[in-house]
């Protein structure tokens, strides 16, 4: 006799859970991303989207279909939406990752280990929840010379809409 594997208490669901989360959702994001646990995450992410975001992996060059995004909009964390980089001041690298010279002020956080100063990089990631995105170099273009080298997958593209009149 096997007992039905039933647990109210183990209701395993990849579908975001609704309540807490939900609500969460919903609040300015800065004021609940750093809450989030690591659990949550899991739910709230694909597996891949996870990968990069919480444990710092690369996606495959040219796998993100941004990387040939060019009409004007804002770039924002696909974890908690916070606006990372605006459409201005993306540039065609050449390397198959989306590629910005400069971010959105106060956006990101840079963080520089051993290996990353060995190759002339610094980590970037989400000033808001502490998200990986991706690196930095020293070979971008002016004005700032920098290349914010991001994972497509850790973005979502607003388009500006057309006729706003945002003044
Ligand atoms: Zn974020």
């Known amino acids: 006799m096997v007992a039905p594997a039933f647990s109210s208490s183990v209701a395993l ?12 959702n919903r609040r300015p994001v800065r004021a609940c991303a750093s809450k989030v646990s690591d659990s949550e995450w899991q ?11 919480r444990n710092g992996r690369t996606e495959w060059p040219w796998s993100s ?23 201005d001041t993306k540039f065609n690298s050449g390397t198959g990752w989306p590629s910005f010279w400069a971010p959105v ?34 070979d971008g273009p002016k004005p700032t010379g920098e290349r914010f080298c991001i994972n497509g997958i850790t973005l979502r593209f607003a388009p500006k809409i057309e006729g706003g009149g945002d003044e």
């Open 13 to 24: 669901s990849n579908r975001p859970t609704r309540g807490a989360n939900a609500v969460c």
């Open 43 to 53: 739910e709230r992410l694909s597996p891949a989207e996870y990968v990069v975001l």
């Open 65 to 87: 279909e941004l990387n040939g995004e060019k009409r004007d909009g804002a770039y924002h964390c696909v974890a908690c939406n916070a606006q990372l980089f605006e459409s």
């Open 105 to 138: 002020e106060g956006a990101i956080k840079l963080k520089e280990g051993l290996f990353d100063r060995l190759v002339g990089q610094r980590e970037v990631s989400c000033a808001s929840c502490g998200g990986h995105l991706g690196h930095v170099f020293r």
